[in-house]
């Protein structure tokens, strides 16, 4: 089974930006379209976004349409969340996942394989 590792969370003013990477395991990385989720304390998993295999297609939630930017680095096995304008309310742990188990790409169930998490904390 891949292993997925996030970082690249941490604090930061309302208004700023940070970078998350998730990088996998598995060789087969660059065959897998790879999901972004997040979850606020006593809140559901929340769809962040998602991106294609080839890095050709990108999805984002309402939420983030505009501040966030997925891509890819298939040659280095890495998935990145580009996270900018951030506001408080996008204080959350965020995961990445891959192995989609088909469904709505939107649905947590939709995904077999997930990370550890990363905090991100907006101040405002």
């Known amino acids: 089974q891949v292993q997925l590792v996030e970082s690249g969370g941490g604090l930061v003013q309302a208004g700023g930006s940070l970078r998350l990477s998730c990088a996998a395991s598995r060789r087969t990385f660059s065959n897998s379209a790879m999901g972004w989720f997040r979850q606020a304390p006593g809140k559901e998993r929340e769809f962040v976004g998602f991106i294609s295999w080839s890095g050709g297609f990108t999805y984002y939630a309402d939420s983030v349409k505009g501040r966030f930017t997925i891509s890819r680095d298939n040659a280095k096995n890495t998935v990145y969340l580009e996270m900018n304008s951030l506001k408080p309310e996008d204080t959350a742990v965020y995961y990445c996942?891959?192995?989609?188990?088909?469904?709505?790409?939107?649905?947590?169930?939709?995904?077999?394989?997930w990370g550890q998490g990363t905090q991100v904390t907006v101040s405002s």
């Open positions: 996942a891959t192995d989609s188990r088909g469904g709505v790409y939107y649905s947590a169930a939709s995904w077999g394989s």
